[in-house]
Every structure is written in structure tokens, then in C-alpha cells.
């Protein structure tokens, strides 16, 4: 199966100091003038530049490796422990309850026959039938509950909703809701990346009869609602006909922060949450939970072209009447949902879906607020909780029948107010963060209402995001404030053991025993205190492999069995969404693409004083001025009067520049890059930025 790397060819730390001389030449051929360098120029050399690094620390000597025993840690089956821990979980559950399956199969009208959807390069994007095998009874090595959420999102087809409402399902995370207008598509949220959200338009044009998209809505700022934009329609046709594109107020901002800004370390601990480099099995990846798996790709961006406002509005589209109201800070930052009068159906975005959510994303978000989050759900079912006879949202399936509405609103909106409220109660009476997650228990609507399981987001972790929202990182214990760095702390935890023999066989005991949780603590520090421990490595990998086959939560289970993996297999590089590709680059403001290169920014590497360089972007009419220090690199928007260097040139070919597609001095020649001044200093910018490394190590040290 053909998969799409993410895209990291962002310039690299050096690339311009060693093109300086380059550059010169060209600039002075440019402007026929001898050009002003500073003394800097003369006495850095580029490859010295390309390479300093902070002074290299030095590290005690690793303990000597555990011996192996003849017991070997086993690999893809559930011990006793985790068969009875999954058993538990089927007689507690009414997992052959039918409601929900059918409910995800009401309406069903066509599915794509192909049995994969392809990207424009060749690549796959997503493999149509990869999760056949959940229709299979569930094995031991799943947790039954999430194998049940995951046989529910793995229906895929053209749906409709009601008439005149249609979904594309199971092709992505997310889901693609059609409104029928009087003259075309409304869309809402086209999936994660290109290729599905055209494929899925197509099997409703083919179906229901072609019709084009009138109008785009981006329900919030997650890039599974909003990558696929291109799929369904095309700039130059969005600009011809001036199709307007809808978002929350904030969108493109809180887009830009979660994608660009920390997008590196975001799409790295993607592949945990996610699963991507799991393959799909019994002993695998099953689904996340609120979807099954992001299709691979790289994402598209439009800007909106008009933004919601926070007391919400009221707007026809189309001949469709639209009822906004504002859900930022709840599931997203900026996010929106809307009821539709006609249809009498309420689209509740992801603030409302079959699961419960992330209050604190495993893969980074800013930290969600439970409690708005909870008040945002009462006003839907106050405003439309008894004026709707459907919910739909943006994952899963929808639910029909007023009742059935009211009764999914009132569970979500208490299943947040449970998780504030009783993480609050105990922090206030001097409980910490670990002993809340511990004792936060479940609400009792929780045992008969699918719909508000941990598929996604679980009480355990979600508290300790109440927790950290209040009270930050620190759990109030002292010994915890400034603890050792975790490589330094487990060499001493294991010579309190005893040395690696007896760590390990402290390990051994309790995985023998099923006590994962100790024995994942324990095999950490070892492998943490030596890094080259294969027998400690083998016996994390299968701790790892038992926590995940009893997880409910489909991102728990990912983030355990992509630890296993890489700890057998090691971390080569994986799957990924690029968020940092060219079309993204291109459709953010120019100040936040600079904040997102002043965030790589390292002082080790700037040489010379520093100065101000004056980047203008005519085509764009955009304009940001760098004041480079030895410190600190601080991009301003606009420009200043005094600056060392000015630089113009297109933002199309800036962003060239920056995916490597094409040399500095190559657009200086040209003329389509000029640049005046203190031409080194620029190169001496670039030079201070670290490299990005998309495949960081993450279990182990």
C-alpha cells in the first residue's frame, strides 16, 4: 500500500549561508552596486554555520544490559489478564444492543465500488475495504466495546439524512455533510485531504445527479474538516463564481496554530494518537474511536471568505436558511453549529458526537474548557433540543427522533459537566491530578449510553485535563516540581533496584501477574537508563501490547501499540498528514508564517549582531520586518522605516523557496527575488534556524 510522507522540506538551518557567495554575486549583478555585508561576511564560514551546536553535555555511562532469560516477552496474543479484563467489559456492557447499527445504516443509498481512492500523484489515500475484519466477532485482543464503535464507524456509503440532507461516511476521520440548495451542494466539511472529498461529491453527483457547490463550510479549525477543500472545489472556479466559504470567527488563526505554528511535533504524536503506522488487524490498528483512520495526503487551506461572528447570525445560502450559533473554546477554539428551520435538523459540528471527546488531545491542543463546553450544549438543547428531529455532526452517524435527540444532548452536555465538576470537587478537597484520574468513576447514564464512552477521549485522562486547565502541570506535591530530566531519574531508579537484572526480573513479576501498568513503569526506566537494552525494549514492547489490546479508548490503544512497534521495530519514519505543504504555506497570513520560522529560531547558531531585514510581499500586499538579535528573531507585521536588509519577492515563490523547489540565488538571477542592503544578513537568519525533524524519538530517550 502506497502511503504519502509528510512534506519537511522546509529550509534547513545553513542551506542559506553556504548559498551567501551565491547570493552576493547575483544581488550585485541585480543592482550593478557593490553590496554592504558587514564584517560578519568575511569570518563566518558556511559549513561551520551549517553545523554549531550547543556544547555537548556529558552523559554517565550506561549500566550494563540485562542478561536475557529463557522466557521470552510474547507478541501479538492476550495474556490471561487481558482476556478476563475484556471479558469483564462484555457482560458489563449491552454490547449486542442494535439502536446504533441502525442508525448508521438508515438511509444507506450508494458506496464507492473501487476498492481504493487515489491521490493525484498515483498514491493512496484511502483503502476502501481495510477494515472488513471488523464485521468478524470481537477477538481477545481487542477491547469489545471499542471493537463494537469501530464495526459502526467502518460502514461507509452516501446517506441520506433526510430529504434534501445526504453524508458522505467512512472514507476519512470525519464525515462530509451535502445540503441540497435550490441551485447546488452546500458542503460541509470536506474531509482531511483532496482525494476522498472529490471522490465522495462524485458518488453523489453520480447518484443523486450532478449539481455544483454552491457554498463551504468549515465548521472549525481541525484539519480533517477543511484539507480536502480542493476535492470539491476548484480556486479558480471558487474565484469565477465567488463561492463564498464559511468558518467560525478566528478560523484561520487558530488553523494556522495548530497546523504551522506546532505542526511538527503535533504530526509526530499524530502517529501515536492515530495509529498511522499501525497496519490495520486483530493485533493492530481497529480505528480511533471517533473515526476510523485520516486518509493520507497532503491538506488544502482556502481562506474564508466570511467568518461567523460570536453572537452567532442567521444567513440563506442558497436558498437554505441557516441558524449559526458560536461553539468556539469548546471542542475547537473556533468552531461553529447551525440549525436548519426547513429540514428541522440540528448539525452540532464536533461539540456533539457518539463519543466522548478529548478535553486535552494525546497528539497537543490547547486545553479545552468542560465547562463552556457543557454550557454551549445546554443552549443547543435549549434553543433546538425540541425543534429537531434529527442530529447530525461531523463524526458518526446521525440520531433521529426528537426524544432521542433531546435525551443525546442532555447525556453530552452532563458527561463535561461531570468530568469539571468531579475533578474539581476532589482537587478542592486536596486530592491531586493522578488520584482524581484514579477515582473519577463515570456517571450513571454512562452504562447504557454508547454514545458517551471513552472511545476517544476517556474520564481518566480527560480529568487530568480539568485538572491542568485550573491548576497547571503541577500536581501540588513538591518532590514533582522539579523533578529529574526521565533519562537521569531512571538510571538512579535502576540502581535503587539493583542494577538491570533485577529491575528486569521486577518487571518480569509483574507482567507475569498482569499488573501492566507496574511492569510498564519499571521496563521504562530501563530502557530509559539504556536506551540500548533489547530484552528491556522486548518486554516494554509487550507491556505496551497488553495495555492496548484492553483499552476502550481507540486512541489509547494507538498510542500503546505505535510505542510496541517502534520499540521492536524502531522509529522509521511513518505516516503523516502534511500540514506543512506548499498550498497551506501559501494561504496563511505572512506574519504567521514568520512566527512559525521564529519558533525554530536557535541562538546557538545566529552569528553577528543582528539587524533588521524587511520582507514585502507586493502580489499579496503583505509586508513583515524581522528584528534578528542573537537571541531572539521577532517578526513584526508591516513595515519599518530602518532596516540593515529589504527583501521583495512574491509569497509563491517565497514558499519556494522555503520547500527547497528552488535556490535564492536562483530568483535573485531572475529577478523575481531583489534583495538590498545587508544581503548576509537574511542568509544568517535562515542559518540560526533548526532543521525540522518530523520523526523525533518519543519511547525512547
Known sequence: MTKRLPNARLLSAGMLLA???????????????????????IDIPAS?????????????????????????????IAMPATRAANAEVAARLPIDNQSDFNNANRGFLAKIEEPQILNEDGSVAWEVGQF???????????????????????????????????????????????????TGWIVIDPLTTPAPARAGLALANATLGARPVQAVIFTHSHGDHFGGVSGVLDPADQRLRNVPIIAPHGFLRESIGENVLAGTAMNRRVQFQFGTNLPAGPAGHVGTGLGQVLSQGDLSLYPPTRTISKDGETMEIDGIQFEFMDAGETEAPAELVFYLPSFRALHTAEVVTRNFHNVLTPRGALVRDTLKWSKVIDDMLARYGDKSDVLVASHHWPTWGAVNVETALKNQRDLYRYVHDQTLRQANQGATMHEIAENIGEPDFAATDFGVRGYYGTFNHNSKAVYQRYFGWWDGVPAHYHQLPPAEESRKYVAAMGGPVKALNVGQTAFNSGDFRWAATVFNHLVFANPGDIVAKQWLASTYEQLGFQAEAGTWRNIYLTGAKELREGNVRGENVATTNARVLNSIPAIDLF???????????????????QFTFPDRNEAVSVDLGSSVMFPRDGTRELSSTQVTVSRTNFTRMLMQEVQPSDLIVSGEMRVLGNVILMAQMFGALDPVDPQFDIVTP
Open 19 to 41: 548559498a551567501t557567495p551565491l547570493i552576493l554575486a547575483a544581488a550585485q549583478e541585480q543592482t550593478g552596486q557593490e553590496t554592504a555585508t558587514g564584517p560578519e561576511a
Open 132 to 182: 472488513d475484519f471488523v464485521k468478524d466477532a470481537a477477538p481477545d485482543t481487542v477491547n469489545p466495546s471499542l471493537w463494537r464503535q469501530s464495526k459502526l464507524n467502518s460502514i461507509h456509503g452516501l446517506f441520506e439524512v433526510t430529504e434534501g440532507i445526504y453524508q458522505i461516511r467512512g472514507y476519512d476521520l470525519a464525515q462530509m455533510t451535502l445540503i441540497k440548495g435550490t
Open 48 to 76: 561551520e554555520a551549517a553545523t554549531a551546536q550547543p556544547a555537548a553535555t556529558v552523559q554517565p555511562a550506561p549500566p550494563p544490559v540485562a542478561e536475557p532469560s529463557g522466557y521470552q516477552p510474547p507478541s501479538g
Open 595 to 613: 512566527d512559525a520560522m521564529a519558533a525554530r529560531f536557535n541562538p546557538a547558531k545566529m552569528r553577528g549582531a543582528g539587524g533588521v531585514i
